[in-house]
C-alpha cells in the first residue's frame, strides 16, 4: 500500500524558514518522480514543485522560485521542501503527491494528507 | 486566476449526467499535453479520478469520463450520485510556465 507521510509544518513568522519532510512508503520511490502541491484555507490547488527520480529535473512555480528548494534522498525514501523568507500568501496545507516516471507526464496518483504551514507574525 | 479555466460551481439532480469543462491555451492543453482530473471530497486530500485525458485509475467507477479537444477538455459524470458532490480539479502541463497547473476547481452540487 502506498503511504506518504508529511511532517514538519507550524507556525512561523514572516522572513523565516521551515523545513517539511514526506516520508514514502508501498513503491519504488527512486523510480519515480515526487511533487509539492499546496492548498490555501478555502482556495484551490496550486503545485509548488517536483523533483524527477534522480534529482535530474527540478522545476518550480514562479511564486515559490529563487525561495523553496526541493530535494530527495532514495536512501531515505524521503522528499523534502525546504522553504526560507516564507510570506503569508504561503500559508497552506502542503501536499506530497507522487508522479510519474515519464517528467512531462506528471499527474498525482497518490497524495498524503498534508502538512500545515500558517506564516503569522 | 488559474492557467486553465473551469467553472465554479455546477449542479445536477441524482441519476442525472454533468460535464465539467477546463479551457486552456496552446503553452498546456493545445500543445498536446495530458488532461488529468482530481475529486477532493471535503476535508480530504485530492484523489486521482482521471489521467491521460480519459483513463480511470483502478477502483474509479465508468460513471467518471475524460475527454479532450483543442485547448479544452471535459470531465463527465453520469448517473449522479450523493456521493459525487465534492470539488473537482483539472491539471496539466505548462510549457511556458515549466511546470504543472491546475484549474480553480469546480464546486459539483448534488441536488
Known amino acids: 500500500e502506498v503511504q506518504l507521510v508529511e511532517s514538519g509544518g507550524g507556525l512561523v513568522q514572516p522572513g523565516r524558514s521551515l523545513r517539511l519532510s514526506c516520508a514514502a512508503s508501498?513503491?519504488?520511490?527512486?523510480?519515480?518522480?515526487m511533487h509539492w502541491v499546496r492548498q490555501a484555507p478555502g482556495k484551490g490547488l496550486e503545485w509548488v514543485s517536483g523533483?524527477?527520480?534522480?534529482?535530474?529535473?527540478?522545476g518550480y512555480a514562479d511564486s515559490v522560485k529563487g525561495r523553496f528548494t526541493i530535494s530527495r534522498d532514495n536512501a531515505k525514501n524521503s522528499l523534502y521542501l525546504q522553504m526560507n523568507s516564507l510570506r503569508a500568501e504561503d500559508m497552506a496545507l502542503y501536499y506530497c503527491?507522487?508522479?510519474?516516471?515519464?517528467?512531462?507526464?506528471?499527474?498525482?496518483?497518490?497524495w498524503g494528507q498534508g502538512t500545515l504551514v500558517t506564516v503569522s507574525s | 486566476q488559474s492557467v486553465l479555466t473551469q467553472p465554479p460551481s455546477v449542479s445536477g439532480a441524482p441519476g442525472q449526467r454533468v460535464t465539467i469543462s477546463c479551457t486552456g491555451s496552446?503553452?498546456?492543453?493545445?500543445?498536446?499535453?495530458?488532461v488529468h482530473w482530481y475529486q477532493q471530497l471535503p476535508g480530504t486530500a485530492p484523489k486521482l479520478l482521471i489521467y491521460?485525458?480519459?483513463n480511470r485509475p483502478s477502483g474509479v467507477p465508468d460513471r467518471f469520463s475524460g475527454s479532450k479537444s483543442g485547448t479544452s477538455a471535459s470531465l463527465a459524470i453520469t448517473g449522479l450520485q450523493a456521493e459525487d458532490e465534492a470539488d473537482y480539479y483539472c491539471?496539466?502541463?505548462?510549457?511556458?510556465?515549466?511546470?504543472?497547473?491546475f484549474g480553480g476547481g469546480t464546486k459539483l452540487t448534488v441536488l
Open positions: 503527491a507522487k508522479g510519474e516516471q515519464q517528467w512531462l507526464i506528471n499527474y498525482f496518483d497518490y
Open positions: 508501498g513503491f519504488s520511490f527512486d523510480d519515480y518522480a
Open positions: 523533483i524527477n527520480y534522480n534529482s535530474g529535473n527540478i
Open positions: 496552446s503553452s498546456n492543453i493545445g500543445a498536446g499535453y495530458y
Open positions: 491521460g485525458n480519459s
Open positions: 491539471q496539466s502541463y505548462d510549457s511556458s510556465l515549466s511546470g504543472w497547473v
